[in-house]
């Protein structure tokens, strides 16, 4: 069974860069999708990125597109969220999640969380103005 635990966030001002790591423990993490997903205090969880088994497709939530870079190093167990450009809006509790390779990607907000699983224990990303 593989376990992922998050690492990386911290505290950055608005503009500032992060990069947020998701270390895999266990087999056979070359056959999923990875997904980050981040929820605020009083808010839903959301998605955030999402990176096919093979890095050969990745899809991002339109709020972060074009400042979050989502990369993964099978060799190493690892899946990456590069984060610039950081906004306060940003701040939320980020989580990494596995799924089945065959997970649909596309809806309208995503893929639904409801298909990952395996949550680490989230890393806190604080972004101030």
């Known amino acids: 069974q593989v376990q992922l635990v998050e690492s990386g966030g911290g505290l950055v001002q608005a503009g500032g860069s992060l990069r947020l790591s998701c270390a895999a423990s266990?087999?056979?993490?070359?056959?999923?999708?990875m997904g980050w997903f981040r929820q605020a205090p009083g808010q839903e969880r959301e998605f955030v990125a999402v990176?096919?088994?093979?890095?050969?497709?990745?899809v991002y939530a339109d709020s972060v597109k074009g400042r979050f870079t989502i990369s993964r190093d099978n060799a190493k167990n690892t899946v990456y969220l590069q984060m610039n450009s950081l906004k306060p809006e940003d701040t939320a509790v980020y989580y990494c999640?596995?799924?089945?390779?065959?997970?649909?990607?596309?809806?309208?907000?995503?893929?639904?969380?409801?298909?990952?699983?395996?949550w680490g224990q989230g890393t806190q990303v604080t972004v101030s103005s």
């Open positions: 999640a596995k799924a089945p390779p065959d997970t649909w990607l596309y809806g309208p907000h995503g893929p639904q969380s409801a298909n990952f699983g395996s």
């Open positions: 266990g087999r056979s993490f070359n056959d999923y999708t």
């Open positions: 990176i096919t088994w093979s890095g050969g497709t990745t």
